[in-house]
């Protein structure tokens, strides 16, 4: 899992990852740790933090310029 924060003006808290479930805990502000599978375009967002995460060079990931 990386961290894509290099786009001045893309989303500074879209997560690209590199797989199809993932889990988030909500880095240092927390909240319970949960697993999502990302969906037919290749992304979920997190039901506690509002994370967005993008699968690597999925169509939601070549949608993001
Ligand atoms: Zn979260």
New binding site residues.
Partial sequence: MTQNLNKPHGKALDTIVESSRIA???GISG?PK?YYDLNDDGEAW?F??S?HFILKDSKADKNRS
């Fill in positions: 988030c805990d909500g909240h949960v997190c506690y933090c994370k």
